[in-house]
């Protein structure tokens, strides 16, 4: 079992910035790879990014490329979505999930066994 708890979420002016954070317990390991996706309204939940436990193979949507890094702190069992330049079309509730046998990409909500409750986003113009 492994839990995820997202923070960070919040209101802001397009242009600003957020860190949402990702904390997880339980069984964790290195070779798990946590990703972000997040669902706006009246949409299917959308990936994001995605990176390894150990800090390594990052990858992005293309349209959060050049303006969201994701990062993991293995001592903090932490994974960061730091999140600049946000535009409306950016609001969605975010999600945090593990995946624990990571094979490909990872872009798949299928791919992942275990979910955050999600922290909300809203970015206005």
């Known amino acids: 079992q492994v839990q995820l708890v997202e923070s960070g979420g919040g209101a802001v002016q397009a242009g600003n910035s957020l860190r949402l954070s990702c904390a997880a317990s339980?069984?964790?390991?290195?070779?798990?790879?946590i990703g972000w996706f997040r669902q706006g309204p009246g949409k299917a939940r959308q990936f994001v990014a995605r990176i390894r436990w150990s800090g390594t193979s990052p990858y992005y949507t293309d349209s959060v490329k050049g303006r969201f890094t994701i990062s993991s702190d293995s001592a903090k069992n932490t994974v960061y979505l730091q999140m600049n330049s946000l535009k409306p079309e950016d609001t969605a509730v975010y999600y945090c999930?593990?995946?624990?046998?990571?094979?490909?990409?990872?872009?798949?909500?299928?791919?992942?066994?275990?979910w955050g409750q999600g922290t909300q986003v809203t970015v206005s113009s």
């Open positions: 339980g069984r964790t390991s290195s070779r798990y790879a």
């Open positions: 999930a593990a995946d624990l046998n990571p094979i490909g990409l990872g872009t798949r909500v299928t791919s992942y066994e275990y």
